[in-house]
Every structure is written in C-alpha cells, then in structure tokens.
C-alpha cells in the first residue's frame, strides 16, 4: 500500500502561471485535506473534503481551488501563482478515527 | 495567543537523556494528535489519544483533560529522534474533523 501519494515532490513556478498539485490515498478513508507549512507558522489548512463531492474551506482558502475527484483523489489547483504561495504543501487524510496520515510533500517556489 | 501552544520551541540534549515535550491547549478538545516531522522530511503520525497514556517503543504521550495538557516523553533519546514534533487538537465538535496545529518543537539530539 502506498499510503498517501503526492505530485509533483518539487515545482518552481513563475507569477501568473497556475498549476494542480494532485494527492491519492488508498487507505479507504473519507476525509482528505490540504495543509501550507510555512517557516515559523506552523501547518495551515487550505481546504478540506469530508467526503466525495463535499469541500469545504479552511484558514487560508483564497488563491486556491480543489476538486475531490472521487474517494481516493483531492487536487489543489493555483490558478494564478503568486510569490506567497511559495511554500510546501502537504495533502492528509483521516478515517473514523479522525488520525491524520500525511502524503510526502510538495515544495513549491513561486517566482 | 494560539489556541496550542508547545514548549519549548527548541530543545538540545545530549543522546540518552529523558526528554519531555508540552503541549497546552484552550480549546475543548476530543482528542490530541502528536506529529514528527525529520528534516526536510514528512509528517508522521505518532499517536492520538483522549485520555491517559499510550506507549509506543521508547515514546510515551500522556493527556490531562482537565488542565489542557498533553506531554511526550523520549526515554533514552537518540540523534535519529531530532525531528520536530507537532501536537495538534482535534476539537470537541463531533463531526469537525480540522486539527489546530501547535507550532513545533525542534529536537536536537547530540551524540
């Protein structure tokens, strides 16, 4: 089992351009979520999915768009890069016993 | 004031010794989630308890409910064990699955 995927593991972006990070579990759970961590700022939820179909925003939404695609998939879309969006990005998911598994990372940079 | 607050923010011992991390929370919670996170590494779910004690090798957590506070214990630390470990919240509404992160504590494990 591969747990909690995530592409790509690096992106360098300039202003303006958007891009999807894509995010795959297959832990069978209903819960997906996708979280920023900045230096000194801790982990920062972005948006989060209680079930296929369902979103909902969490602290810092804005610049950013997801889709859940079906259970085992959540992308997080920027549709117009800015530089502080630079940042690693890191998708989770959790089942009935609300513990969070979280997929490898991916460091974005904004220029 | 964060809802979570950890201490300390870094901590430098030398290998063996005993180590001990806080966690204080304000809100009401159900549970309480401890993360390690290596060096430009992944989260890792450690453990997650709503009362008393779990033990995993030479990890311990431990909860009070009633003072808002949470600890986990390295027992004869090793330099593979500096990470930075993260406690978050899980709050109390049933069905509200958004942890509220702390912001870390680094752990330096000096051979």
């Known amino acids: 089992n591969a747990g909690v995927t995530q592409t790509p593991k690096f992106q360098v972006l300039k202003t303006g351009q958007s891009m999807t990070l894509q995010c795959a579990q297959d832990?069978?759970?209903?819960?997906m979520y996708w979280y920023r961590q900045d230096p000194g700022m801790g982990l920062r939820l972005i948006y989060y999915s209680a079930s296929e179909g369902t979103t909902d925003k969490g602290e810092v939404p804005n610049g950013y768009n997801v889709s859940r695609l079906n259970k085992r998939e959540f992308s997080l879309r920027l549709e117009s890069a800015a530089p502080s969006q630079t940042s690693v990005y890191f998708c989770?998911?959790?089942?009935?016993?609300?513990?969070?598994?979280f997929g490898p990372g991916t460091r974005l940079t904004v220029t | 004031k964060n809802e979570v607050e950890q201490s300390p923010q870094n901590l430098t011992a030398q290998e063996g010794e005993f180590i001990t991390i806080n966690c204080s929370y304000s809100?009401?919670?159900?549970?309480l989630h401890w993360l390690q996170q290596h060096p430009g590494g992944g989260i890792v779910s450690l453990f997650m308890?709503?009362?008393g004690k779990k033990k995993h090798g030479r990890l311990i957590a431990t909860i009070n409910i009633q003072e808002k506070h949470s600890s986990l214990h390295i027992t004869a630390s090793h330099p593979r064990d500096s990470a930075v470990y993260i406690c978050a919240a899980l709050p109390h509404n049933f069905g509200n699955e958004k942890l509220t992160f702390g912001t870390g504590t680094r752990l330096t494990i000096i051979p």
């Open positions: 832990m069978n759970h209903n819960s």
């Open positions: 308890l709503s009362s």
């Open positions: 989770a998911t959790s089942g009935r016993t609300y513990e969070q598994y």
């Open positions: 809100v009401g919670i159900s549970a």
